[in-house]
């Protein structure tokens, strides 16, 4: 070997070596399998809509076109495909897709199954081809941080840079979509990650990046909206648009609250999981009778808003008619995100609260175009309660840099005003309703992740309800408790009984066989199943200085199955620090 090769063999060998050039080759390897991966999933949008309406042009002129019986067929033939193909092959498909990349990030080390790739590409295509009132963004969310996830497993990383890649993969997937990289960034760091590291930001931005290229390669580079010529009236439209962020607070956060009472609503009615979709769909396509714009991703809708073209009436019928598909489409178990739907919201709220801006003041009013613009921002603001992402996604969208100081003002208002109004965003709800706190801390979701079956002890010390007080006595000097289920003759819980109980007569020899165990316990017994986390558990045992809790059967809270102890909890917990930092490494 010639000097060289040697040269160039070690030079290869110190850059693999370096932890950077690693990332950044991994990053730009993401960021481009995000971008193909992103025009791919609107190659085949566009070829499902095809299939079901014979057009892949503009979903709002196809459906005018259309017949009226196809608005409800259509969709309802989109739910039953999307139902099964969910229910049955990847849950984790069903619904808007973010908070799903949020909780692998946050607990499972951004693990992500390698079929959600195809799974989510395919549902969402489906729901959105077909009608689905939802958007393409929160796919190709999920669908380009399972690529990232994907690569760093097959590559055999550590959980540390599998993160990482996960958050490069939403970058790449949010800066193709919009044709917007700084946004894409920040979405990946303010929301999926929440790590604003100059580690994790250069390898995202260097996706983003990558991603864009591809995307402009293919697609060209022009903003998403053409919007109208905007200047500032005067200095006192200002407090309007501190107004429309106040105003658009409240949308957000009726957004928020109605999409998951959709979700409730559908979980309790007795029908079969996989065929709830298609029911949505119906239900959908007669929405759509109505209101075509309704269905679909919405562009037509909002460009014809940001074009005054729709009445003051229509865009105020049209907020709520867009939360209502928005919601029986991912409530039903539809596959799509919910951005697209929150820039439609936010457009119609702001061009009709512009109108009336314009019509009152109308001196200092400017277009009711350019309040649909900083609308679709403060909607967005205050649904995800992330403003700077929504302000550079809109600014990038739109291309038009006097529109920032509005924007920035009505977003961070909205942020602000929605966090106060309804603590959780649109993604965090719905992993604190599975019981994932983000904003809790690391020992909180630990905990979360352990359950009481794995952590208790099923070698159960019990005491017989007849046991007399000798007995409790003899039985209380040998034993390692000092607290005791108490079992009735048929082996079942009865009551517990703790050395409160029995400290100050147990060795009272004068009432040795005058007093049984049944008169001591108390017969109110709190318990904990095994089914339950250890923070639940843990919650319970702190509440009232338990020693112990009874663990027992959820079908049947009387059948004892074990008990815990808080050196039970402290035990598994520590256990399950150790195995995620090993992951971690």
């Not at 790590?195 to 931005?205: E, K, M, Q, R, Y």
Request: net charge neutral.
């Amino acid at each position: 070997m010639n000097r060289s090769s040697l040269y160039n063999l070690l030079t290869l060998k110190s850059v693999w070596t370096n932890e950077h050039a690693i990332m950044t080759i991994l990053a730009m390897l993401v960021g481009l399998a995000g971008g193909f991966g992103a025009i791919g999933f609107r190659w085949l949008i566009s070829f499902c809509q095809r299939v079901f309406y014979g057009s892949g042009g503009e979903l709002l002129d196809v459906l005018l076109a259309a017949p009226w019986y196809a608005k409800i067929w259509v969709p309802a033939a989109g739910g039953l495909i999307v139902g099964p193909l969910v229910y049955f092959l990847a849950r984790e498909a069903k619904g808007h897709g973010v908070p799903e990349v949020m909780a692998a990030v946050a607990l499972h080390s951004g693990i992500i199954r390698k079929r959600i790739v195809v799974i989510k590409s395919l549902a969402s295509a489906v729901s959105i081809g077909s009608g689905g009132s939802v958007g393409r963004e929160g796919p190709i969310v999920q669908i380009g941080s399972a690529i990232g996830s994907v690569i760093g497993q097959l590559l055999n990383v550590s959980a540390d840079r599998i993160r990482t890649l996960v958050g490069c993969g939403a970058a790449a997937g949010i800066a193709a979509t919009f044709n917007a990289p700084i946004a894409g960034a920040m979405f990946a760091l303010e929301i999926v990650l929440g790590d604003f590291g100059l580690a994790t930001f250069s390898p995202i931005v260097i996706s983003a990046v990558s991603a864009t290229a591809v995307s402009r390669h293919f697609l060209g580079d022009f903003p998403a909206f053409v919007v109208p010529a905007y200047e500032l009236a005067s200095k006192w439209e200002f407090p309007l648009y501190i107004t429309l962020g106040l105003f658009c607070s409240f949308v957000a956060v009726a957004f928020t609250r109605f999409l998951y009472l959709a979700e409730d609503l559908f979980d309790d009615f007795k029908f079969p999981e996989y065929l709830k979709a298609l029911l949505g769909g119906v239900i959908l396509g007669i929405v759509g009778l109505l209101f075509p714009s309704l269905l679909g991703v919405g562009y037509g809708g909002i460009d014809a808003c940001l074009g005054d073209q729709l009445a003051w009436w229509m865009m105020f019928v049209l907020v709520f008619g867009k939360i209502v598909a928005t919601s029986i489409t991912i409530g039903s178990g539809g596959s799509g995100g919910i951005f697209a739907p929150s820039l439609f919201i936010g457009a119609m709220a702001g061009g009709f609260f512009g109108t009336a801006a314009h019509a009152l003041f109308p001196e200092i009013a400017s277009s009711p175009g350019a309040y649909s613009i900083v609308g679709m921002g403060a909607v967005v603001a205050g649904t995800t309660h992330a403003p700077l992402s929504a302000i550079l996604i809109l600014f990038e969208m739109t291309g038009d840099y006097k529109i920032i100081l509005p924007l920035m003002t009505a977003c961070i208002i909205s942020s602000l005003t929605a966090g106060q109004l309804f603590t959780e965003s649109i993604y965090t709800l719905k992993l604190a309703r599975r019981g994932v706190n983000l904003k809790a801390g690391r020992e909180v979701n630990v905990l979360k992740s352990i359950s009481v079956r794995s952590a208790m002890n099923p070698d159960i010390d019990t005491v017989r309800e007849g046991m007399s007080l000798g007995e409790l006595a003899d039985k209380i000097s040998k034993s390692k408790y000092n607290s005791f289920p108490v079992v009735n003759s048929e082996g079942h819980l009865a009551g517990i009984l703790s050395f409160l109980d029995y400290k100050d007569v147990a060795f009272d020899t004068n009432l040795k066989d005058l007093v049984v165990a049944k008169e001591l316990a108390t017969a109110n017994v709190v318990t904990v199943s095994v089914d339950d986390n250890l923070y639940d558990a843990l919650e319970k045992i702190t509440s009232k200085d338990f020693s112990i809790l009874p663990v027992v059967s959820p079908a049947d809270p009387t059948t004892l199955l074990g008990i815990l102890t808080r050196r039970d909890i402290i035990g598994a917990y520590d256990k399950g620090v150790i195995k995620r930092s090993l992951l971690d490494k």
